[in-house]
């Protein structure tokens, strides 16, 4: 089954997978979602929501109160002294809350391990 996500844009509704979708950001009320070719969208739904929706695909994960991850476009991740960074494909970057750390490093293993 393909995952993703349907959002309107005008008058039109656009589909896009979730392979597509690099990362997800948390606006207020609305979610951003950061799309592989550069371009953003903002969707009338909230982070929890939207997460929610894509959360049967088991490729994204929630790395602090407002951004979510597609675990298959990180390109590498570093870890400082409190902080563990993630390189998105895009070249942007998330910084892992500190209680979800450990979280994020057996899901990226799982990930890594299944391709």
């Known amino acids: 089954m393909i995952h993703g ?14 392979d597509e979708i690099v990362a997800l950001r ?9 799309h592989i070719n550069g371009k953003k969208f903002l969707f009338s739904r909230t ?10 695909s088991e490729q994204f ?3 602090s109160r407002g951004s979510v991850v597609n675990l298959s476009q990180i390109s590498y ?6 902080s563990l960074e993630i ?3 895009n070249g942007e970057v998330e910084v892992v ?3 979800r750390q450990m979280d994020f490093l057996t899901e990226f293993a799982k990930v890594n391990k299944a391709s």
């Open 61 to 63: 994960f929630r790395v």
């Open 47 to 56: 982070l929890k929501i939207v997460a929610q929706r894509l959360a049967a």
């Open 26 to 34: 948390s606006v207020q009320n609305y979610t951003e979602i950061i």
């Open 77 to 82: 991740y570093s870890k400082n002294d409190f």
């Open 97 to 99: 809350s500190r209680r």
């Open 87 to 89: 390189h998105l494909s």
């Open 5 to 18: 996500l349907l959002i309107p844009i005008h008058a039109n509704k656009l589909w896009i997978t979730s």
